[in-house]
Nanobody
Framework: VQLVESGGGLVQPGGSLRLSCVAS????????VRWYHQAPGKAREWVAS????????YYEDSVKGRFTTTRDNAKNTVYLQMNSLKPEDTAMYYC?????????WGQGTQVTVSS
């Protein structure tokens, strides 16, 4: 199982970024994917989830209405569109899956929201 995140960067408050998570090594279209973030000195926190077929999505309250997760199973890729970014969104962002009872994570991509 391999997950590779990309798309992070430095953005001003109110700006947007789109993160990508490319998966390999497992039947991607059978599995839900989760997004997490981790700020320095803090625990990793759940941000959003998307079901295996993209039919349902779930969001942590602080990102509802600002973040949208989608997936393209033909490309083995999940996306996290982040709009109206705030300084408190600054963190490392990870995608994760649970396959055969084991949790897998990518290496993360850094998002920094600052003027």
């Amino acid at each position: 199982v391999q997950l590779v995140e990309s798309g992070g960067g430095l953005v001003q408050p109110g700006g947007s970024l789109r993160l990508s998570c490319v998966a390999s090594g497992f039947p991607f279209s059978n599995y839900a994917v989760r997004w997490y973030h981790q700020a320095p000195g803090k625990a990793r926190e759940w941000v959003a989830s998307i079901t295996h077929n993209g039919g349902s999505t779930y969001y942590e309250d602080s990102v509802k209405g600002r973040f949208t997760t989608t997936r393209d199973n033909a490309k083995n890729t999940v996306y996290l569109q982040m709009n109206s970014l705030k300084p408190e969104d600054t963190a490392m962002y990870y995608c994760g899956v649970t396959v055969n009872g084991l949790n897998y994570w990518g290496q993360g991509t850094q998002v920094t929201v600052s003027s």
